[in-house]
Each structure stands twice: as C-alpha cells, then as structure tokens.
C-alpha cells in the first residue's frame, strides 16, 4: 500500500491553490492530504485543503514556532511549507524533524540574508554579479538625493521597502504635480516627489527604503530546486513582458540563478528575479519560498510542488529537465471556492407604532427611467 504524505502550507498567498493541486496530481500517483492555516477565513487556501484551521493572530516569532510544532505533533505533518515566520521557523529544524515533519525552506541564515535587499544586493554583487545601484534612504534629505542622482544620469527613479515581498510599497517617482491625471484611470504607481517629501516630514519616525532606478522588462523569474547537497535540480526561467509571459533557459538568466541558489544554500524552492538595467541582466529580487507562478512551469511538463515534497522527504527526484517549453500565454483570473459560513439574517425591526401607515413609493422623475431591483 502506497502510503500517504501530509503537507502543511502555511499563511501563504491564494495562489498557492494550484501548489496543492500539482501536489494531489502527482505523477507517482501517491495520496497526498493538505493542512492549511490562515489569518483570513475567506482565504480559498483554507477551502482548498483537507483540514484547515485560522491561525491565532499577535504571535511573536518564537510563540509561532510553539504553534507551528503542535500543528506539526497534531496533524501528523510530513513536509512543512513555511512562509510566515519563514526565518524563526527555519531556526529551529531540528526540533520539527523530532516531531517526524521535514521543513521545505532554506536555512534560517539564508532566509535572513534575503529578508534584507540591501544585505542580498551586497551579498550577490560580491559574487560578481550585476545589480543595480541603490541608495538606502531613511530621511527625506536622502531621499531627494537619490532621485537628484538617478535623474542626472537619466533613470526615473523609484523606491520600495528595503525589505518586503512582491511589488508591496513599490512606486514610481514622478516631479509632475498631483492632478486630474493621476485620478483619471486605475491607479498608477507613479507618485510626485513633493508629496513624497511632504510624507516624510510628517512621518512619525525615519523609513527604511530602498531607492534605485525603474529597471526595464522583459522580467525574468527563475524557480530554483535545490537539495540540501546544493545540487541544483531545476533552474527555469519565465518571462514576462507587459501581459506576454513565457518561459527561457537563456543562460543569461539561469546561470546566475543557479550561482546564487548554490553559493547561498537556497536550498529547496526558490525564486530569483531579474530585469534589465539597459542591455544588461541584473538581480532585482531573491524570494527564498515557492514562487506564487510556480505551478505555471506545468506548461513546460514540469511537477516542481512534488519534486520539492519529494526532496524533503528523502528522496531524490532526479534533474527537472523541462521535455519543451510551453507556449506564450497569459494570466487571467477565475473563481475558486471559499469555506462555506453562515450568514446571520437581520431580525425584523418592532414598528415605534404599529397603527401608522406606511409611506407609499416616490415614483421616479418623468425624465427618467425606473430603476430596475438588483
């Protein structure tokens, strides 16, 4: 009898539905039960799971891992897939390993390099790789500066938090003045410097943000698996460029990613992104977890969530080759389900005085139609 795995995923992005669908199709055929937690109860990871449960809010890092390895004992995990507290989590393996649970993250040390741009900026470029300038920049003073440079050598500059993940707080610099233009459309990231300025001054305390130019796509992630030997089992790069994604194995790209992933221990899954500073490949991003586009890389007949699961357990999948590259595509979203909940209905108001009578319905004006109900 084939036995069963038991996965955990962690406070993790919706996305990751498609993770744990690749994990229950795997090609081996084996049986595979998911536990997911989550802050939010509409989230459709916990739908999409076989047992699920909301995690208690407030915990610091160290009283997380006290719940993480209960959850572990509990529910009988097998492969632990930590995205919160990722760090704390990763610190204490061994005490998840005495609970029978493999841990599918990098070492602590790894993650803490990466949960810092600057510090990884610093780190990669010791390796010899391109990236881009940056300015870390806390006052306004220095933040002026940073753009007064990147502009003299004609870049638009654009800031993020210096550390952070995904596009959170990510926004263009623009010395156009606030107006109808920046109200017309959908939301732009481009903010005015002076409105940016203006926000500092009134900040309660100094920020902490990264300011470098607006690099220029295509972008290029580049899903890492790497087993705790460092032996790097898959390196695919996919593209985007403006709606267009697709997919490379362009050395460019993938021989950095692979340099990084194994001077750096990244082991398991990872995510290295570039963009192009002119002609030139240059490190934007190291996310040191699955990627949220991972389950894409099926497009090129590729299972990554269960050659991941696979190496944790002990067993090595062999070198992911992608048999061809998927075709261009695009990303659209669609529904998926969340847990079903109760909604209370109002109860009935008692009327001040029951002998008044009701107020009849204003018509609508001559000149203009009748609403139709919703």
Not at 168 to 178: A, K, M, Q
């Amino acid at each position: 009898m084939v036995s069963r795995v038991r996965v955990w995923l962690n406070r993790t992005y919706a996305e990751n539905v498609f993770f744990m669908d690749q994990l229950r199709e795997n090609p081996s055929g084996r049986p595979v039960e998911i536990h997911a937690t989550h802050g939010d109860p509409d989230s459709p990871i916990l739908a999409a799971a076989d047992t699920a449960a909301l995690e208690p809010e407030g915990l610091s890092p160290a009283a997380y891992v006290e719940y993480a390895l209960d959850q572990c004992a509990r529910h009988s995990i097998d492969v632990f897939v930590p995205v919160l507290h990722q760090a704390a989590v990763a610190a204490h393996r061994e005490e998840f390993a005495a609970v029978g649970t493999a841990l599918l993250a990098p070492p602590a040390e790894a993650v803490t390099t990466f949960q810092d741009k600057v510090t990884a900026y610093e780190a990669v470029r010791a390796l010899g790789l391109p990236v881009p300038p940056w300015w870390r920049v806390r006052t306004e003073e220095e933040l002026v500066a940073a753009v007064d440079a990147l502009e003299a050598d004609g870049h638009k500059a654009c800031f993020k938090p210096a550390a952070g993940a995904g596009g959170v707080g990510f926004r263009i610099i623009t010395r156009s003045p606030f107006s109808l233009m920046h109200l017309n459309g959908f939301p732009s990231p481009y903010v005015p410097l002076n409105l940016v300025v203006d926000a500092l001054r009134q900040a309660d305390g100094p920020v902490d943000w990264l300011v470098m130019p607006r690099l220029e796509e295509p972008e290029v992630s580049v899903d890492c698996l790497t087993g705790p030997d460092g032996r790097v089992r898959m390196a695919v790069g996919r593209t985007k460029n403006g709606r267009r994604r697709g997919f490379t194995l362009q050395p460019s790209f993938i021989e950095p990613a692979r340099l990084i992933a194994r001077s750096f221990d990244l082991h398991y899954l990872t995510n290295v992104q570039f963009r192009m500073y002119g002609d030139q490949p240059v490190l934007m991003d190291v996310n040191t977890r699955p990627a949220g586009g991972l389950h894409q890389l099926s497009q090129c007949g590729l299972n990554a969530p269960w050659a991941a699961v696979r190496l944790a357990l002990g067993e090595d999948p062999g070198e992911l080759v992608p048999p061809f590259l998927g075709r261009d595509y695009a990303v659209v979203a669609g529904p998926r389900p969340v847990r079903a909940v109760s909604v209370p209905q109002p109860q009935p108001q008692p009327c001040l005085d029951d002998r008044r009578p009701s107020l009849p319905a204003v018509p609508a004006p001559a000149s203009e139609p009748a609403a139709t109900p919703a």
